[in-house]
């Protein structure tokens, strides 16, 4: 006979099981940074699928994909091996996810119809065997302890290394791609071959989580599998219910910043060579955001907390959508077959002079991401671009009177995009860790009021409005950009900028504002929370 004892519902965990933990979502992270940031991009610009078809494909392969989630839970919920409920799919479910990320991100030579057949098969292999690991993995956070502040920790420490390896996949992706496609960062076998790498990594750190942590709340002996009773008490469930709005909303804004992000510095900020630090920067901050919650936490009401920092995001991205453009174009990629020249004056933003000179550069990858800038044989005001298919060029020029301008050096424009992003990634870092533990609290909840613990249905259910949110935010980039008249690599009109733009800012400040509102209505804090934990720690469940 195992009597669970309120000491081990309460347990402290070690920093061996908390790291541990940590690691199963920077494994989750090698795929879904690369989901979130670029798959859309991948699809149109590299496989050839329509904004349009891309559209629709994504939308409907997430929507398929988040009512999985609930399936997913009931098995779980149902499980009883001897490694507990949850932990053996972050064992056996390793390899199938792992082929099926490198068949997402493989280009088959078809037709259109094809190409859309294959990515809706491929996209939702991938997506289902993510569920069949991550629903479990979030499940797990909610067994390992119930005390709130251990939860807070835990989760920070979760959230800190799915942002570091955000920050790895975010920044090195493009880079990666082009060093394994032979210098083409446009190269199908490129992203394929970084794709390989992220998963073989990911499946070690599935593994150390399976090896490092151990289930301690389980339900009461008595309790039957009765899944659709479970479901039932979910929707009937007060904080459910605004913890499934807020869920859907916040990802919906996640979804836009990270999607939209390719095509502004592609098509409107014309510096696609920035496109890594950007997004690497804007997952730093995210991190250190992460980082700060159980700090945060100890002083303000999570509640709270998470409805000053939904406003703070509102006003930045707000502020972010009147960033103008640099009125030169700084540094070029050249992959428009249609571009024969580059003007100097065009680059560095500054008409020649009588006595001006130039000295045009390419940028030579010396290893990974490291690169040196290489003199070309051309010192006009104007290069021809033949042979310099897929290079990166600038130019410096020396004036008359002997001062110098770098088009290479990053304009205000840029650094203030720059700034901005990080200041709106530090304000939703915390956001992840708290309704992560807010949502622990939710199976707590339904736990102390039904008589139930379905902690597998409560999370598989949370997670489904986030898959949810996540193809409302998709649904919505690649619509209007099809509305507006988006075509892959070529210059775009002035209204499908306009829409790439308020997509990475505007967009995402409202929904965040949304968030707000459905925070006004959720209760489960404070005294009734202890209150909450307290009779559920007193209670005794014993076990054959």
Not at 412 to 439: N, Q, V
Request: aromatic letters at 12%; proline letters at 4%.
């Amino acid at each position: 006979m195992l009597q669970q004892t309120p000491n081990d519902r309460l347990a402290k965990l070690s920093w061996r099981e908390r790291i541990g933990y940590g690691l199963g979502d920077a494994g989750f992270n090698f795929y879904w940074a690369i989901i979130g940031s670029y798959l859309i991009f991948f699809y149109t610009d590299i496989f050839g699928i329509s904004a349009a078809a891309a559209a629709t494909m994504v939308t409907v392969t997430k929507i398929v994909d988040a009512f999985t989630d609930p399936a997913m839970g009931a098995i779980a919920d149902k499980t009883n091996t001897r490694w507990g409920k949850f932990r053996p799919y972050l064992l056996f479910g390793t390899l199938p996810m792992m082929g099926a990320g490198l068949l997402t991100m493989t280009t088959p030579d078809l037709d259109e119809s094809g190409k859309l057949i294959w990515a809706y098969a491929t996209y939702m292999i991938l997506m289902l065997t993510y569920t069949v690991l991550n629903m479990p993995y979030n499940s797990l956070s909610a067994v390992l302890t119930a005390d709130p502040q251990e939860r807070n920790t835990l989760n920070s420490t979760r959230f800190f290394f799915a942002y570091f390896t955000g920050i790895i996949v975010g920044a090195a992706t493009p880079d990666l791609a082009e060093y394994f496609g032979g210098g083409d960062r446009y190269s199908p076998i490129g992203w394929q071959i970084t794709m390989s790498i992220y998963a073989v990594i990911a499946s070690i750190l599935f593994v150390i989580t399976f090896a490092t942590t151990k289930e301690r709340i389980t339900p009461p002996p008595e309790q039957k599998s009765k899944p659709l009773e479970d479901l039932k008490n979910l929707l009937v469930c007060k904080p459910w219910i605004i913890i499934f709005i807020l869920a859907m909303v916040i990802m919906t804004t996640f979804t836009l910043r990270g999607s939209s992000a390719t095509y502004y510095f592609k098509y409107f900020v014309e510096r696609p060579d920035l496109l890594g630090a950007f997004i690497g920067l804007q997952v730093l901050g995210l991190m250190i955001g992460a980082m700060s919650a159980s700090t945060l936490t100890r002083y303000v009401e999570k509640v709270k907390l998470l409805m000053i920092l939904m406003a703070i995001v509102s006003v930045l991205c707000f502020a972010f959508s009147f960033v103008p453009k640099p009125d030169a174009l700084g540094v070029v990629d050249v992959n428009d077959a249609e571009r024969t020249s580059l003007k100097a004056q065009d680059l560095l933003g500054e008409a020649h002079q009588p006595g001006d000179t130039y000295a045009w550069t390419r940028y030579q990858k010396v290893f990974w991401i490291i690169k040196d800038r290489v003199a070309l044989d051309d010192n006009s005001a104007t290069l021809e671009l033949a042979g310099l298919q897929n290079e990166t060029i600038s130019v410096i020029k020396t004036r008359a009177d002997g001062s110098v301008l770098d088009s290479a050096e990053i304009p205000g424009e840029i650094l203030l995009m720059f700034a901005l992003s990080i200041l709106i990634s530090l304000a939703l870092g915390p956001k992840a860790p708290i309704t992560w533990a807010m949502y622990a609290d939710v199976a707590d909840y339904n736990e102390w009021k039904t008589g139930r613990r379905a902690t597998g249905m409560t999370f598989s259910a949370t997670t489904f409005s986030q898959k949810l949110g996540s193809a409302a935010g998709s649904a919505i980039m690649l619509s209007v950009l099809a509305m507006l008249g988006y075509e892959a690599n070529q210059v775009q009109s002035d209204a499908s900028l306009e829409g790439i733009v308020y997509m990475q800012t505007l967009a995402p400040g409202a929904f965040a504002f949304i968030a707000i509102i459905a925070l006004l209505f959720y209760d489960l804090t404070g005294d009734k929370l202890a209150k909450i934990q307290k009779e559920l720690s007193e209670r005794k469940y014993t076990t054959e």
